[in-house]
């Protein structure tokens, strides 16, 4: 019995069947859009804090516009420091739209931050995609 709690243990703090996610599903969030606010409902996973939050069609190892790994040239991260927030700048190169969500209902109520969101509808916070899924140091273009 206890080789079996232990294997179980094991399982579960090494991160196995996804112990610690938790989805939810057409929770209410303001957005901004342009100079208003709108009310849009999304689905989403997080591990444990708001701050790991992403799309639930890309939750559990889905395919999805958010999580390609992306790679840029060093120079990029370099040229966005003077135009604004970086992150947001390289959200939007990807074709995607940085925005700030206000959650409206539920365990994470009052809670706000920004998401990147791609154009399959796909999305995930701004600093974890930033963090996971983007890559700087491609060599610059080599001229002709």
């Known amino acids: 019995m206890n080789k079996i709690l232990l294997c179980a243990f094991i399982f579960f703090a090494a991160g196995g069947a996804d112990a610690?996610?938790?989805?939810?599903?057409n929770v209410p969030a303001r957005t901004r859009v342009?100079?208003?606010?709108?009310?849009?409902?999304y689905s989403f996973c997080v591990e444990k804090e708001i701050e790991s939050l992403i799309s639930e069609s890309c939750a559990?190892?889905?395919?999805?516009e958010a999580t390609?790994?992306?790679m840029f040239p060093s120079s990029l991260k370099v040229g966005l420091a003077g135009h604004g927030n970086p992150s947001f700048s390289t959200c939007e190169i990807v074709g995607a739209s940085p925005r700030k969500i206000e959650i409206m209902s539920g365990k994470f109520k009052d809670q706000s931050l920004v998401i990147c969101e791609f154009p399959d509808k796909s999305f995930i916070n701004l600093t974890k995609w930033i963090l996971q899924y983007v890559r700087y140091?491609?060599?610059?273009?080599s001229a002709k």
């Open 137 to 141: 140091g491609l060599p610059a273009a």
């Open 34 to 41: 342009f100079t208003k606010w709108e009310t849009k409902k």
């Open 68 to 70: 390609k790994q992306r």
């Open 20 to 25: 610690a996610t938790s989805c939810f599903k």
């Open 60 to 64: 559990h190892g889905k395919t999805c």
